[in-house]
């Protein structure tokens, strides 16, 4: 597992590098744009909120599981879901001060993706790993 971010990001990290089952390495806000390019290009997959990062693996050709908030899946989600999957929080309201965010931002500044359940983005992850890899083997038979 590798974790990506800007140096803002270094706190957040932390706490997910917290919870990985394996040895992971943090990158957090010691790559260049073109160093992250070229990381994101030769992943298996990447994991992410919709977020410049996502949407730069998913130009490279690199399966993505985005999470998104509702109101920027129109606009911001990957259009196929064959490399790329979509996990989903339908918040629509401040979960600070239960304020509508249809009609326009509260001053909180609260997670409106943090409801999307971990499981649902992880079962998401396998299954393009898998899909991956019975095309890859799928590929070398048919080379034989």
């Given at each position: 597992m590798l974790v990506v971010?800007?140096?803002?990001?270094?706190?957040?990290?932390?706490?997910?590098?917290?919870?990985a089952r394996s040895q992971p390495w943090?990158?957090?806000?010691?790559?260049?744009?073109?160093?992250?390019?070229?990381?994101?290009?030769?992943?298996?997959?990447?994991?992410?909120?919709?977020?410049?990062?996502?949407?730069?693996?998913?130009?490279?050709?690199?399966?993505?599981?985005?999470?998104?908030?509702?109101?920027?899946?129109?606009?911001?989600?990957?259009?196929?879901?064959?490399?790329?999957?979509?996990?989903?929080s339908f918040q629509t309201t401040c979960p600070d001060c239960g304020a509508s965010q249809t009609r326009g931002r509260c001053p909180h500044d609260p997670s409106f993706v943090a409801e999307v359940p971990v499981d649902e983005v992880l079962d998401e992850a396998r299954n393009l790993l898998a899909r991956d890899w019975e095309e890859a083997s799928e590929s070398s038979v048919r080379r034989s």
């Open positions: 971010g800007g140096r803002e990001d270094s706190i957040l990290a932390t706490r997910l590098l917290a919870h943090d990158l957090t806000g010691r790559l260049s744009l073109p160093g992250l390019v070229g990381l994101l290009s030769e992943v298996d997959l990447m994991i992410g909120n919709d977020s410049g990062p996502r949407h730069l693996a998913a130009a490279v050709g690199t399966p993505t599981v985005g999470i998104f908030w509702c109101g920027n899946v129109v606009n911001a989600a990957p259009l196929v879901r064959a490399r790329h999957r979509v996990a989903t």
